[in-house]
């Protein structure tokens, strides 16, 4: 029997929690350890696995034996997880990518180091992703688009044909980036937003939350005859 790869987890938090279950679940590789910066370490234990300080991480889990995934959320514009894509680099570490069995990437999609492709995500042939590319099911990257470092697309964004994006970037859950379009580094593209023009630098765009209706649910359940349905 093959062995698995083995490999360190960098994150203890929700992000890794899913990463893990895929890793555990649904991969050919065995995570054998968690590591974290040491100021935040709480246990020696995470999931079942030891949490080594990543200051040690070399001692205990040396490069030469194990590859390293950094499962890190988007804080600071994703700023914080290629900051850690580096650290781990720079100690020697090959980051894997995790790509869902089911994600149905096409067989020319090409893609960097540290990247995560949940299942039911839709990508279409002649897509790029960079280094550090998170995408999550449901969301929808166009053809011949290319998404660049460091980005999160999360469920249910749609970027279209032939849009190009600068690293550093979000979009949120219904986002919609036309054909075409470019979108610049370090963009928040929020949820529902619907981008049809190139972007500068640093932009954030917003859709208002729906106001509440002025009757109550139980009104409005009378009024609409909803409960005969």
């Given at each position: 029997?093959?062995?698995k790869?083995?490999?360190?987890?960098f994150g203890?938090?929700?992000?890794?929690e899913?990463?893990?279950y895929?890793?555990?679940?649904?991969?050919a590789y065995e995570?054998a350890?968690?590591?974290?910066?040491?100021?935040?370490?709480?246990s020696?234990?995470w999931?079942?696995?030891p949490?080594i300080p990543?200051?040690?991480i070399q001692?205990?889990?040396?490069s030469t034996d194990?590859d390293?995934?950094?499962?890190?959320?988007y804080?600071?514009?994703n700023?914080?997880?290629?900051?850690?894509?580096q650290?781990a680099k720079d100690k020697?570490?090959?980051?894997i990518?995790y790509?869902h069995?089911?994600?149905?990437?096409p067989k020319?999609c090409?893609?960097g180091?540290?990247?995560f492709?949940m299942?039911?995500a839709l990508?279409?042939?002649?897509?790029v992703?960079?280094?550090?590319?998170?995408i999550?099911?449901g969301?929808?990257?166009?053809?011949h688009s290319?998404?660049?470092?460091?980005c999160?697309?999360?469920?249910?964004a749609?970027i279209?044909?032939?849009?190009?994006?600068g690293p550093?970037c979000f979009?949120a859950v219904?986002?919609?980036v036309?054909?075409?379009?470019?979108i610049?580094?370090?963009c928040?593209?929020?949820?529902?937003?619907l981008?049809?023009?190139?972007t500068?630098?640093?932009e954030?765009?917003l859709?208002s939350?729906?106001p509440a209706?002025?009757l109550n649910s139980?009104?409005f359940?009378?009024?609409?005859?909803?409960?005969?349905?």
């Amino acid at each position: 029997m093959k062995h698995k790869k083995q490999i360190v987890l960098f994150g203890a938090g929700k992000i890794a929690e899913i990463l893990l279950y895929y890793l555990r679940n649904d991969s050919a590789y065995e995570v054998a350890a968690c590591t974290i910066d040491k100021e935040f370490i709480q246990s020696d234990k995470w999931n079942d696995l030891p949490i080594i300080p990543f200051e040690e991480i070399q001692v205990t889990h040396p490069s030469t034996d194990f590859d390293m995934f950094v499962a890190l959320g988007y804080q600071q514009m994703n700023s914080i997880r290629a900051t850690k894509c580096q650290e781990a680099k720079d100690k020697g570490y090959q980051l894997i990518s995790y790509i869902h069995p089911d994600a149905g990437l096409p067989k020319d999609c090409t893609f960097g180091e540290n990247c995560f492709v949940m299942q039911n995500a839709l990508v279409h042939p002649r897509v790029v992703l960079g280094n550090n590319v998170f995408i999550w099911s449901g969301a929808m990257v166009g053809h011949h688009s290319v998404i660049g470092d460091h980005c999160w697309v999360t469920s249910c964004a749609n970027i279209s044909g032939v849009v190009k994006t600068g690293p550093n970037c979000f979009f949120a859950v219904n986002s919609t980036v036309v054909h075409g379009v470019k979108i610049a580094s370090r963009c928040f593209i929020g949820a529902n937003t619907l981008i049809t023009k190139c972007t500068d630098p640093d932009e954030v765009y917003l859709t208002s939350s729906t106001p509440a209706f002025r009757l109550n649910s139980d009104q409005f359940l009378r009024m609409s005859n909803f409960d005969d349905l």
